[in-house]
């Protein structure tokens, strides 16, 4: 017996996309709610493309799983359709929180007054969410990576109103769709993910700002010493250098010259990271075909609009 | 041809008879040298242990250079004798500003005037024994990790004062002993790898002190999102709770809250990481033996009396 009966997805962008199918995959009936029929067509477009790479898996009963993921969900740019029959509803629209409060807003009448409300949002805590969504006791945050085939964590954190039965049900529900739970005890900004990875980012680009060492020879340390396989500038290629940039600029003055390096000697020159081919190193095409079908590390595009 | 003729490792502790049996093990002549009669034995009994060590390598000809190595190395508590023969001195006396200095005091007189010193310090910078020793053009920073036979980086890391040549040098001198050298452009406090490690490991540890997640969760949340095989409170583990310990109480008041913590429920219990058998983790006696004999992340004992 499942913990959800019916799951609304709600944006189907690349992240959300990819939510829906994992979910589909793992046996749920799915809605997939986007704003409206060129939305929806994208989304079906990224859909249609999960089934093609979960088609290549070697086990025979996950391919034939994939083949038939698509028919559990039902696409619709009606909210109240979408939210009808859910139990649980997977918020992914894009990362703003007065687009995202508006939308809780529509979206409460609609639903069951017993349905849960998951947000995967990146940046905002969800205690900046939960009074919008009428049922702070049924409404935690549910964060996704992206490649959620291979980057198959979900953070869980709830805010102090949440029901502790429900964060329990979601991390079940979690594991279910085949996610690792990452269990958080309290509000924090970024999660854990990027509680880590910042500072020590902000560290390499420091190093190399101040002309202590270059990117090669930064990642080479953290490489040897710890037996990771990627060093830091290696991981700025996988997370995007849009994602860099943007972070980078919020940061103090060494990090905003940081984002200005970016800027002039990638940005401006299309090298965006191992998806374009070339960030702070150079991928070879095959290289990029092979590093995209394992995944990138984190959620580059999580925030692209639905 | 080699870089340099005879080499003077100056004090075999834990760090500097890894350093002296590596440098004999590569083909140079050495001179070993500590402080009296005690202190060599202690340094000879180290010699012998990584002698049978090195002599457990797969290739035939790695076992019998290991086996001959000990026969390169002259040990001597006087510093003259030394010091005679060596165009290299590289010096790994116990971790203290005066204690250092007062070594290039007496060393400089007793060593010829072309020849080059490095120093292993951890925590100092080059310029602050550069006049000590008498020679600042031709002294800098060549830091080595403990476990050497796996870490085998060396970060090289000169003052403003430097020959620029001698730099060159030493990075060669580096490869001829079987180091990856990490090239610094300028002095950096922690060199690469400490000023990587320091604020990710303090992140991981402000976020268990404020209560967000447990040490394994955030472990978990690492190896996960970055292929890496350890994560933050892992890494505490392998350099040591007593390393750990005493950058922490130089830290922030989370940071020294964290302190209290490693004191009270790990270091007063003797749980030492995993030297001892247990820190944040429990290490059955055979995973120690593999995992001392694969060689711990950094240089815990480095600072270790020679």
């Known amino acids: 017996m499942q913990t959800f009966a019916h799951v609304m997805v709600a944006g189907l962008g690349v992240l959300g996309s990819q939510i829906a199918f994992q979910v589909a995959y793992s046996g749920f009936e799915v ?30 009963a996950d391919r034939k799983r994939a083949e038939h993921a698509l028919e559990r969900i039902e696409l619709t740019s009606d909210l109240a359709t979408a939210a009808r029959d859910a139990d649980l509803v997977i918020e992914a629209v894009p990362e703003n929180l007065e687009l995202k409060r508006d939308f809780y807003h529509k979206l409460a009448p609609l639903l069951s007054s017993t349905a849960a409300i998951v947000t995967n949002t990146s940046t905002l805590l969800p205690s ?55 269990e958080l005890k309290k509000e924090q900004p970024g999660y854990l993910l990027n509680s880590l990875l910042v500072p020590w980012l902000q560290a390499a680009s420091s190093l190399f700002m101040q002309g202590i060492a270059d990117p090669e020879m930064i990642d080479l340390t953290w490489r040897k010493a710890t037996g990771a396989p ?77």
Chains 1, 2 share one sequence.
Do not use: C
């Not at 249609?48 to 290549?56: H, N, T």
């Not at 990090?255 to 002039?264: P, V």
């Open 230 to 306: 990627t060093g830091p500038f290696q991981v700025f290629d996988v997370i995007g250098i849009r994602t860099a940039y943007a972070v980078s600029t919020a940061g103090d003055s060494t990090q905003q010259e940081f984002a200005n390096y970016l800027k002039t000697n990638l940005l401006d020159q299309g090298k965006l990271g191992i998806e374009s081919g070339e960030g702070f190193y150079h991928y070879p095409h095959q290289q990029v075909r092979k590093i995209n079908d394992a995944g990138a590390l984190e959620d580059a595009n999580d925030h692209a609009p639905s």
């Open 31 to 60: 809605s997939g709610y986007d704003v409206d029929a060129n939305a929806l067509e994208a989304g079906l477009h990224r859909l249609a493309q999960l089934r093609d790479r979960y088609s290549r898996r070697s086990d025979p």
């Open 128 to 182: 900046d969410l939960a009074e919008s969504t009428g049922r702070p006791d049924k409404f935690l945050a549910l964060h996704f990576a992206n490649h959620i085939w291979v980057h198959n964590t979900a953070e869980v954190m709830a805010t102090t109103e949440t029901d502790p039965d429900l964060y329990r049900k979601i991390v079940t529900f979690a594991q279910e769709i085949g996610m690792v739970p990452i």
